[in-house]
């Protein structure tokens, strides 16, 4: 089973719509809500787990702190109604986007090594 750590700050309905296509999703607002954001990382990367995320900084952990991490798809959406569709990105892309930094904003994926 695929394994992905759902950020606090991902809708809830991304979690709900990935778990519907059989993804083991951990959700931190479910689980341990307030988490630091090296501590998000932290738990992804012992899940072995592929991060989703709307909060800009863990860029900034992954690149200039060089924290280790087993991929990131970070998540910005213009349109609040757009949301739902990223699972379908997930299901469709998940092993491009394993151990890769990736940006989804308005139906335009960006993987980066």
Do not use: C, W
């Not at 719509?17 to 083991?24: I, K, P, Q, V, W």
């Not at 959700?27 to 991060?51: G, H, T």
């Not at 990223?86 to 990736?102: C, G, P, R, T």
Request: charged share 35%; hydrophobic share 40%; proline share 3%.
């Amino acid at each position: 089973m695929k394994i992905i750590v759902a950020d606090e700050s991902v809708d809830g309905r991304i979690v709900e719509e990935l778990r519907n296509f059989n993804f083991d999703v951990y959700s931190i607002a479910e689980k341990q809500p307030s988490l630091s954001d090296a501590k998000v990382l932290k738990i992804a990367f012992e899940r072995n787990a592929l991060l989703l995320t709307e909060d800009k900084d863990f860029g900034e952990l992954t690149f200039r702190l060089k924290l280790p991490n087993k991929g990131i798809l970070l998540i910005r959406l213009d349109k609040f109604e757009e949301k739902p569709m990223v699972a379908q990105i997930v299901q469709k892309y998940h092993d491009e986007l394993v151990n890769k930094f990736s940006v989804l904003s308005n139906n335009k994926l960006r993987i980066r090594e």
